[in-house]
Nanobody, 120 residues
Framework: QVQLVESGGGLVQAGGSLRLSCAASGSSFSRNAMGWYRQAPGKQRELVAAITGGGSTRYADSVKGRSTISRDNAKNTMYLRMSSLKPEDTAVYYC??????????????WGRGTQVTVSS
């Protein structure tokens, strides 16, 4: 029923940029907070960026200034644009949706993830 599908990952050179997309289906998420998480080998899964149902955003310190999260409610799609990519950005990136309109607790829905690899 409810499904989140990420796309846009791949191999990127350091200093480059990319845009990840998350297409939601099975339900409208226009009023739900959504976010991007990532998990690198040997590390805990961490919140990269999130956006509330009202459009307010939050970013991890490691990506502030070089990342932009956005959403297109008409398309039921969320995006993450990252620039000035670093090798340490290499991780599996997950799309997630919260049950609430605000960013609280753990997301209720998860995508399967997309690999982002940044080479030097």
């Amino acid at each position: 029923q409810v499904q989140l599908v990420e796309s846009g990952g791949g191999l990127v050179q350091a200093g480059g940029s990319l845009r990840l997309s998350c297409a939601a289906s099975g339900s409208s998420f226009s009023r739900n907070a959504m976010g991007w998480y990532r998990q690198a080998p040997g590390k805990q899964r961490e919140l990269v960026a999130a956006i509330t149902g009202g459009g307010s955003t939050r970013y991890a310190d490691s990506v502030k200034g070089r990342s932009t999260i956005s959403r297109d409610n008409a398309k039921n799609t969320m995006y993450l644009r990252m620039s000035s990519l670093k090798p340490e950005d290499t991780a599996v990136y997950y799309c997630a949706a919260y049950l609430s309109t605000v960013i609280v607790g753990t997301p209720a829905y998860w995508g399967r993830g997309t690999q982002v690899t940044v080479s030097s």
